[in-house]
């Protein structure tokens, strides 16, 4: 069983930047593929980003060369650091975990944080 907990959303500027936390609970962290997922108002749930156990990263195109996706296995905790953000980044950015990347890939992550609200101001 592996819990959630997303930090670091808010209220940001067009061009400014946030760093997003998710702090994990479960002794096998290490051994899971993260990603992040985000939903807009009236969207869809879309892929952002996803790290596997040995730090192999994957972007959604959308979000290439702005976002970074990193992990301290001896923390529990996975973040994504957002650069050069736009109003069109505004969403809630949800944490998921899963032992398998395809399944991340295909947004069937077997658990899912709460989420927190990221707001782009224009």
């Known amino acids: 069983q592996v819990q959630l907990v997303e930090s670091g959303g808010g209220l940001v500027q067009a061009g400014g930047s946030l760093r997003l936390s998710c702090a994990a609970s479960g002794r096998t962290f290490s051994s899971y593929v993260m990603g992040w997922f985000r939903q807009a108002p009236g969207k869809e749930r879309e892929y952002v980003a996803a790290i596997t156990w040995r730090s192999n990263t994957y972007y959604a195109d959308s979000v290439k060369g702005r976002f970074t996706i990193s992990r301290d296995n001896a923390k529990n905790t996975v973040y994504l650091q957002m650069n050069s953000l736009n109003p069109e980044d505004t969403a809630v950015y949800y944490c998921?975990?899963?032992?398998?990347?395809?399944?991340?890939?295909?947004?069937?992550?077997?658990?899912w944080g709460q989420g927190t609200q990221v707001t782009v101001s224009s």
């Open positions: 998921a975990a899963d032992q398998e990347l395809v399944q991340i890939g295909a947004g069937k992550a077997g658990y």
